[in-house]
């Protein structure tokens, strides 16, 4: 089973910058994939923020689009989520979800085309 894990959440001001990484436990030069990134505030339902497919194509939240950006480093085996301009609404535990071995390349918020998710980490923007 591939592990996933999340690190880089954190408190920040409105306006402020983070960046999250999630550390995939597998070899990603050796396999295509789906990675996104997820997010739940409290008494809210899982939202899809960012995807990303192994030759690059991308989507994104509406509400995130020219503020986040999603990236790999197939290297390092790892995920980026780089957020600009951090609203109080960005507020959320933050997830990492994958799917390998794809019979079809694309992008996806949907949680339903993800195999593997991480536990999440913690992001909190102040007013």
């Known amino acids: 089973q591939v592990k996933l894990m999340e690190s880089g959440g954190g408190s920040v001001q409105a306006a402020g910058s983070l960046t999250l990484s999630c550390l995939v436990d597998?070899?990603?030069?050796?396999?295509?994939?789906?990675l996104g990134w997820f997010r739940q505030a409290p008494g809210k339902e899982r939202e899809g923020v960012a995807s990303v497919v192994r030759d690059g194509s991308k989507t994104y939240l509406e509400s995130v689009k020219g503020r986040f950006t999603a990236y790999v480093d197939d290297a390092k085996n790892t995920l980026y989520l780089q957020m600009n301009v951090l609203e109080p609404g960005d507020t959320a535990m933050y997830y990492c979800?994958?799917?390998?071995?794809?019979?079809?390349?694309?992008?996806?918020?949907?949680?339903?085309?993800?195999?593997?998710w991480g536990q999440g980490t913690q992001v909190t923007v102040s007013s």
């Open positions: 597998w070899d990603l030069t050796t396999i295509n994939y789906r």
């Open positions: 979800a994958a799917k390998f071995n794809l019979d079809v390349w694309f992008p996806s918020l949907s949680a339903g085309d993800y195999m593997v």
